[in-house]
């Protein structure tokens, strides 16, 4: 039998992301012993009593893994950075699934000083509202894209290293520049969190919630299905990603502020404008998802 790719991996956070990493390298015959660390040790119990990892590990243990996935909150990236560094092997290497990477990628410089070049970061396209353990899939990631935003210290075989980790998991990675990949990220994924999330809290605090939540039907449960999602991790993301937020929010209030002249003036011509500019651009982005 060939020799796993990666014998040692160790997984800071083994929930959906990284229970869902670790599951599709195995999976693929490609990781041989897994370590599990946090800081909620019946998560950790759970994800060994389910084969996730192997066993829990220290700090000091994990950090001499062959690859080290951080898959927590990135409010956490500096802390588990910091853990490590001290016990660092010269040859790890460590890359993390945060959904902001110009933050993330300052909170390493910090923590690692020297040992940065050891450190890949990276953004898995992935997700769903279930969290924890119980919600690991190897099948995760078949299909999606994860972005690389390989630092200026990295060799080109880490690079490859953590490459070839989420090929294994059945992805397409692609690189970008970190700044390029949060002003994007904050349009497509961050700001539909808030909103949803937004909307959800307006509805629940009105006078006649119960009622509007009994009447609600699919377009309600489409549009509010990410609000379910970890409070903790969005609200580092949009802390992390603070300015391009920002600078969405600023857009998207102008689009409001558009709609709602339109509706106040009963400018149909405007409204149907609106309406059928959003309505031809989402067919599109269907259509070319499915080619």
Known sequence: ?????????????????????????RQAGQVGRVLG??????SLEKAQSLGLIDAIATPQEAARADLIMLAAPVGATGPLLGALAPYLGPNTIITDAGST???????????????IGQFVPGHPIAGAERTGPDAAQAALYQDRTV????????TMADVRAVRDAWTYCGAHVIDMDADAHDQALAAVSHLPHLLASVFMTHIVRS??????????????????????????????????????MLTEIAALRDVLDES???????????????LQTAADARHQWEKERRA
């Open 1 to 25: 039998m060939t020799a796993p790719r990666f014998p040692t991996v160790a997984v800071a956070g083994v929930g959906l992301i990284g229970g869902s990493f670790v599951a599709a390298l």
């Open 101 to 115: 990477k110009s933050d993330v990628v300052a909170s390493a410089r910090a923590a690692l000083g020297k040992h």
């Open 207 to 244: 006078p006649d919630a119960a009622r509007r939540l009994a009447l609600a039907g699919s377009g309600f449960r489409d549009f509010t299905r990410i609000a379910a999602g970890s409070p903790e991790m969005w609200r580092d993301i949009f802390q992390s990603n603070r300015s391009a």
């Open 37 to 42: 660390m946090g800081r909620n040790p019946l």
């Open 147 to 154: 972005i690389l935003t390989p630092l200026p210290e990295n």
């Open 260 to 274: 709602e002249r339109a509706i106040r003036a009963r400018d149909t011509a405007a409204l149907q404008t609106l």
